[in-house]
Structure formats: structure tokens, C-alpha cells
């Protein structure tokens, strides 16, 4: 039963991240539970994170830090789960709680902000909004890398902002939802290649390369079914998709960004400067236009809309199925 009411949920709460996003009003006066779980971590790699320590010792107790981490957060989740149980029409408090964690909104305000920036303020204002959203340094980004950055930071956080949650949701409820976002909120903060966390942030890493597997396919599979809306065709996107995943560095990001390409006519990724350095990427699409520009940043977002309503979908028929059939 825990399944079937968390399928019917998922769709209200996809409803309402929706309609009502991130409120800067309430978020302002009390802590986000992303922000806590940043706190978390940073608390753990102060503490257990030195540089006086071994790497295998460093190692050791990375994997210790994300298991905390994990559990805790999991923890929470069945707490407030139950409790939520045990009030007449407490599953309101459960679609809120999995709303919050939800990022659709969120993502699509920002990525919108970037191609507003363009119209408001060129480019210099445009690399500011961009890297709210992008790891990379913007400053190095001329417009065409700007427009091709926010449209892979949609496909990617499609995946790791949306469907991820939502499918952590929909198969664990509220502590499964939370033990993700804990896992990649670690891998945001301290899973990344550097001097400092190579050793403390590999299972991090690792971890969230696993949970992210199924939802970084479903992600690519929803943005490849709405290719039509932005001009491609369903069968390219997927046959995009399917050959230029597997070259991308990450497990993961790959199947979003190369449907993305795809439904967008774009060659994605290509070389690019994270912190000061160059490295090296295969493009996604290759044979696509590499000169992106603000329009297409739009029709991204015009994907992702559909994406989304598909996720939305999906959830809303498949919770009613299985009410019906119960």
C-alpha cells in the first residue's frame, strides 16, 4: 500500500513544485533541508577530512562520512513519514515534504533567467545567471557556450533535480526521496576530482553514479519522446541518445544531454574549463550546430516542459492503475 499511495502522491507533489516552486518568503526564514544537508556535510569533512591522514585512511572514512550522511537523512524521512501517518489527512504533509525536494520549478526559473539575462543585460549579464547553475567558469564562456551550458545544465539537472527524487520517491517514499538528496548534495559538495576530496569524496561519487543509473535513462527517455515539440524526430533522439551516452565522462549525464542534443539539432559537452582547466570531451550530436544561442535555450525549455509533463503523467496514470486494480 506504502508504493501504490506514494505513485498518487508523487503526481500531486510534482503538481504542486509546479505551481509553486521554491517561495524565496518561506526559504528565507527557515533553512531549505538541501542547505541542512549541506551543513552536514561540510561538518563531516571538517571533521573527519585532514590532511594529515593517510589516503586510505581518508578513503575509509569518506565512505563512513556518506553512510551517515545516507542514514541520517533516511532516518528523518521515516520519522516524518510517520508522523504524517498518524494525523487525519497527514498524507498532505508527505506531498508538501516531497514537493520541497522536488526541483522542477526551480530549474526551470533559472535556466529561463539565463536566456532573459541575454535580453536584458548581453552576455556579461547572462555568464552571472549561467553560473548559478553551471560548475564551469563562466567568464570563459562566449555566448554560444553560455546558451550550450544552461541547456546541458537542463537535461542534467532534469535527471538529478526531477526524476531522480521523484523515482526514489515513488519506490521508498519520503526516506528513500531524502537519503538521495543527501547523497547527491555529498557528491555536489565533496565528490568532485581536487587534492582535497580525490580520496574523502570517492564514494560520494561512486554512490550517487549508482542512484542516479535508472532516473539519468528515464530522464533521457522523457526528453527523447518530446523532441517533436522542439523540431526532431522521437527515433533520432533515440538513436542519438543510445550512441553518443556511453562516451560521455559521467555514467549518467550522457543519456539526458545527448537526447537533448539531439531533439535540439546541437552538438553538445565538447572541451570545456572547470576551475581554471581544460579538459577534454567528446561532443554529444556531433554532427549537430555548435553555435548555440538564446532561442535554443528556449526551445530546451520547451522540451523540458514536456519532459516533465510526461514524468507528471506517468506518475498520475500509474498511480491510478494501481488504485484501480488493487
Known amino acids: 500500500m506504502i508504493a501504490i499511495a506514494h505513485l498518487w502522491m508523487l503526481a500531486a507533489a510534482l503538481a504542486l513544485d509546479a505551481a509553486v516552486g521554491d517561495p524565496d518568503a518561506v526559504w528565507r526564514r527557515a533553512p531549505h533541508p538541501v542547505v541542512q544537508l549541506g551543513r552536514l556535510v561540510r561538518r563531516l569533512d571538517s571533521g573527519l577530512n585532514r590532511p ?64 532573459v539575462a541575454f535580453a536584458a543585460g548581453g552576455l556579461e549579464a547572462a555568464r552571472v545567471a549561467v553560473s548559478r547553475i553551471v560548475g564551469r567558469d563562466p567568464a570563459s564562456l562566449d555566448e554560444a557556450g553560455v546558451c550550450r551550458a544552461a541547456i546541458e545544465s537542463t537535461a542534467e539537472n532534469f535527471s538529478d533535480a526531477v526524476v531522480a527524487p521523484a523515482l526514489w520517491f515513488a519506490v521508498l517514499g519520503l526516506p528513500g526521496m531524502l537519503a538521495y538528496k543527501a547523497i547527491n548534495t555529498a557528491d555536489s559538495m565533496i565528490g568532485h576530482l581536487s587534492p582535497r576530496y580525490e580520496q574523502f569524496g570517492w564514494a560520494s561519487a561512486r554512490l550517487d553514479d549508482f542512484v542516479n543509473l535508472p532516473a539519468s535513462r528515464l530522464a533521457g527517455f522523457f526528453i527523447a519522446l518530446s ?83 510526461l514524468l507528471f503523467l506517468a506518475a498520475a496514470v500509474l498511480g491510478g492503475l494501481v488504485i484501480a486494480f488493487a
Do not use: C
Open 52 to 115: 594529515t591522514f593517510r589516503p586510505w585512511q581518508r578513503k575509509g572514512l569518506g565512505i563512513v562520512a556518506i553512510i551517515v550522511i545516507a542514514t541520517i537523512a533516511a532516518a528523518i524521512g521515516v520519522a516524518v513519514e510517520y508522523l504524517f501517518s498518524l494525523i487525519p489527512y497527514g498524507w498532505i504533509g508527505t506531498v508538501v515534504a516531497a514537493a520541497i525536494l522536488l526541483a522542477g520549478r526551480s530549474l526551470h526559473d533559472h535556466v529561463r533567467a539565463v536566456r
Open 227 to 309: 523532441a517533436p515539440v522542439a523540431g526532431a524526430s522521437i527515433p533520432e533522439a533515440f538513436r542519438v541518445m543510445r550512441r553518443d551516452a556511453p562516451g560521455h565522462r559521467s555514467p549518467n549525464a550522457g543519456w539526458p544531454e545527448a537526447a537533448m542534443a539531439a531533439a535540439l539539432g546541437l552538438a553538445l559537452l565538447g572541451p570545456r574549463r572547470y576551475r581554471g582547466v581544460l579538459t577534454a570531451a567528446p561532443y554529444l550530436n556531433a554532427a549537430g550546430r555548435r553555435q548555440a544561442t538564446p532561442d535554443d535555450i528556449g526551445r530546451a525549455l520547451r522540451v523540458y516542459r514536456t519532459a516533465w509533463a
